[in-house]
């Protein structure tokens, strides 16, 4: 117990280390307790950060900075214009139609069912094919049940989303083109020695800002190498399953593995075993070696140093608390997580010394 006691005064006695925990549990606990409320203006403010990138270089290129705020904010309207207008119409209309299709593919996936057990008794009998059928059943019940409840709220849906296309623009308009003055109005409240906290930013922001350039490249380059892919094979839903196999990088390792079900899900249903299945089964195979193998290394390098086994984890804890989002900002906030621990130790020992 003295241990733990001796640790916390010799740690908290440092007015820096003090102000770090302060702020990351102020944080957290925002978050938490008031992100719903909040999400339009914490997702405007992680835009406006990421679209501060192209800000600065067009900055060091000699344009004033309001210029470059426009310029960057008219780029951002283009381009949520055409994922809005270009993108989300083909996606949703393939999804009608996939949604269409499945009690066939259903009925298709039960015949194939039903003639296991003839053909291998040893492994799996009628009685374990008919458990698996109800099995399946009740799931699709259930996301039936879901996706009608999902319609019922879907007024409800349309009006939040209306509000949030038309606030987190003008947010994210005002977050760059007055940056300096919210920053001073935060820095009022800060302690005049802050280094340790401005380190542990300073090495965040490096990786998190080269993550992020990063895998929206990746993102864009998987689903165009994947879409080609399954146009080229006249695979269907070629849009909608591309865009998922794009999106899938964003959670490494896990992804890559669950969006492969449906894409072999809907080949197979298409051509059976066929030669069309195979080849389209190879070429998305290759896409994804070469993902992993040229393309990850080619765009980070060893910007996030974080092991496989961290990221598994922040993938769970992170996607535990805060669901999709969670998820999809668990290894930016695993970088935060790795900055401040590798921070705390050395900053110790400097006091220590």
């Known amino acids: 117990m003295r241990l733990i006691t001796d640790w916390f005064r010799r740690t908290f006695s440092d007015p820096q280390i003090v102000f770090l925990t302060v702020v ?13 409320m909040l999400a339009p203006v914490l997702a405007s403010a992680v835009i406006a950060y990421l ?26 309207l283009l381009f949520l214009a055409a994922v809005l207008f270009g993108l989300l119409p083909v996606v949703s209309r393939q999804v009608t139609q996939l949604v269409q299709q499945l009690p066939s593919m259903i009925g298709e996936g039960q015949k194939v069912l039903m003639t296991l057990p003839e053909r291998y008794p040893d492994i799996i009998s009628p009685e ?13 019940a259930g996301y039936g049940q879901k996706v009608l409840s999902l319609s019922v709220s879907s007024v409800v849906g349309v009006l939040t989303l209306i509000v949030c296309l038309v606030l987190m623009p003008m947010l994210v308009f005002f977050f760059l083109k007055d940056k300096d003055p919210i920053l001073g ?118 910007v996030v140093s974080l092991h496989p086994v961290a990221i598994i984890v922040a993938i769970l804890v992170f996607g535990g608390l805060w669901g999709f989002w969670g998820v999809f900002f668990a ?10 621990l590798r921070a705390w130790p050395s900053h110790n020992t400097e006091h220590r010394a």
């Open 24 to 36: 990351l549990l102020a944080g957290f606990a925002i978050v938490l307790t008031m992100g719903h």
């Open 51 to 76: 679209l501060e990138g192209l800000v600065v270089t067009l900055e060091d290129r000699g344009a004033p900075r309001l210029l470059a705020v426009v310029v960057v904010f008219i780029a951002f």
């Open 128 to 140: 374990q094919a008919q458990q698996i059928l109800d099995s399946v059943r009740s799931e699709i």
């Open 185 to 302: 109005w935060f820095g009022r409240f800060m302690p005049g020695e802050h280094g340790l906290a401005a380190r542990v930013w300073m090495e965040v922001d490096r990786q998190i800002a080269n993550y992020v350039r990063g895998k929206f490249w990746e993102i864009v380059i998987v689903w165009a190498a994947s879409f080609l892919v399954f146009y080229f094979f006249d695979l269907q839903y070629a849009m909608l399953l591309s865009v998922l196999v794009g999106l899938s990088v964003v959670i490494p390792y896990v992804g890559a593995t669950v969006v492969t079900v449906p894409v072999m899900m809907v080949a197979w249903f298409q051509w059976g075993w066929g030669s069309d299945f195979i080849g389209v089964t190879v070429a998305y195979l290759i896409v994804q070696a070469l993902d992993g193998n040229l393309l990850v290394p080619l765009l980070f390098g060893e």
């Open 331 to 340: 290894i930016p906030l695993a970088t935060l997580v790795n900055a401040v």
